[in-house]
């Protein structure tokens, strides 16, 4: 059995006795077919990434024939749709394939012509749906997550990863933009050559940027923070790749990555628009993870197994309640934050509750100041950990002045700088 045979081909013409040669010519080639005399119902028997091709007629009473391929399209962009007419239309044969068609024939139809069409397109929809599948299947492994905005950037991903445009990523630190900006580059036909990452700030000449643009050929670049740029570099960077559009070369893919919204940035003038048109083909926001609480347990399973396999210990059980207080947490450093507590919870810490601490007090019956203390020098740290030891951002956050923070860094024999590694 050929790859094609695995598909169906779907007829769609208002007379049967049309539908029945159609029939018994693609099943004597070993073809499966499916038979509609209403365009109708063929709309709506066909989902999206339906395995399959369309052959319809031109001229139906309930739906034309671009109707349908207009609908069809609407849906599934990928579909090929085949059309067939009696009339030998010029304009109408460019309209359809405009509109989308893989192939405009006209009646009489030869048979072998037909026959071959079919397979050609039975084979490039098979290759389609097969490559969709192993990108979904990617994706599904690389980019954790159940919430509805996770699932939406799953299917974003898998129709960007097939085209080549430049994307900004934007979204606060964290929250996976440079997971997804790598995931984009091995997804895409450029997988097996270099990623190259630079940092706006890094580059401060006009030479900096023209040397690693043009040794960087055939590279996806992940440039973070391109507002960081002198207006001067952003200039010759807009002159570079919309060359790169007018020549159809396409040496280069670029991938951006922003804190906030781009627009934001055109509004403070840091970022010129016509960069930024340029780097926009298409976007991807990345939602902070307090907004997508669904998240959060998927991931924390995630992080917690992928640390014991790596430290070689049994999984172990998390509660209920700790859950529902990983789903409470505000996740100012968001899934990198989440990792960070999962990685400590495999080797036994658990932060964000005072749970491995209760325990050894409950052992030792401490009196009540020490208890106190005890719970003071735990959200401390928890503080300092959130923030990997910046005490300015950890006092913000307790809302106590820094000067009280360290004089109780003090107290607690707590040095900020063994939070900086963590
Ligand atoms: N949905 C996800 N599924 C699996 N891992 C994720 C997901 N989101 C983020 N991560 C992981 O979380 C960590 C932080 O993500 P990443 O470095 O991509 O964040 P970021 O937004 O680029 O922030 P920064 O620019 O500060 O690095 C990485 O280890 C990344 O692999």
Not at 355 to 374: A, C, E, G, K, W
């Amino acid at each position: 059995m050929t790859t094609s045979n695995c598909l169906e081909i779907l007829l769609v013409d208002d007379d049967q006795d049309v539908l029945d040669a159609y029939h018994h010519l693609f099943s004597l080639a070993g073809y499966r077919t499916r038979i509609f005399t209403n365009p109708l119902s063929a709309l709506d028997f066909i989902p999206i990434d339906w395995p399959g091709i369309v052959v319809t007629d031109m001229y139906m009473p309930q739906l034309s024939g671009m109707e349908l391929l207009t609908q069809l399209k609407e849906r599934d962009p990928r579909l090929p749709v085949i059309m067939i007419s009696g009339h030998g239309d010029i304009p109408m044969a460019l309209k359809a394939v405009k509109h989308g068609a893989c192939d405009f024939l006209e009646k009489p139809i030869k048979p072998a012509e037909l026959l071959a069409l079919i397979t050609k397109q039975l084979n490039s929809r098979h290759q389609y749906l097969q490559q969709k599948s192993s990108l979904n299947k990617t994706l599904t492994r690389e980019l954790i997550g159940k919430s509805a905005q996770v699932n939406n950037i799953r299917q974003v991903l898998s129709e960007m990863a097939l085209l080549d445009s430049n994307v900004c990523i934007y979204g606060e630190s964290g929250t996976g933009r440079h997971n997804v900006a790598s995931l984009l580059h091995s997804l895409s036909a450029r997988a097996t050559l270099p990623l190259i990452q630079l940092n706006g700030n890094q580059i401060k000449t006009i030479s900096d940027i023209e040397n690693l643009f043009t040794q960087a050929s055939q590279a996806s670049i992940i440039l973070s923070f391109p507002e960081l740029l002198s207006h001067e570099i952003q200039h010759w960077l807009a002159e570079f790749l919309l060359n790169q559009e007018r020549t159809q070369s396409k040496p280069i893919r670029l991938i951006t990555i922003f804190s906030d919204s781009p627009e934001i940035y055109i509004g403070e003038q840091s970022l010129l628009p016509e960069l930024y048109y340029i780097i926009n083909q298409s976007n991807i926001e990345l939602p902070p993870l307090r907004k997508r609480p669904d998240d959060i347990a998927q991931l924390f399973h995630y992080f917690l197994k992928r640390s014991c396999n790596k430290l070689a210990k049994p999984l172990p059980s998390v509660d209920k309640s700790y859950l529902s207080t990983l789903r409470k947490h505000s996740w100012d450093g968001n899934v990198r934050e989440l990792r960070n507590v999962a990685e400590l919870f495999a080797i036994g810490i658990v932060k964000l509750t005072g749970q491995n601490r209760t325990q050894s007090m409950d052992q030792t019956h401490s009196p009540l100041d020490n208890l106190v203390n005890d719970y003071e020098k735990q959200i401390i740290e928890d503080a300092l950990y959130l923030f990997s030891g910046r005490v300015a951002d950890a006092a913000n956050y307790l809302q106590i002045p820094r000067k009280k923070l360290y004089l109780r860094l003090k107290k607690h024999g707590v040095d900020k700088k063994d939070y900086k590694t963590l």
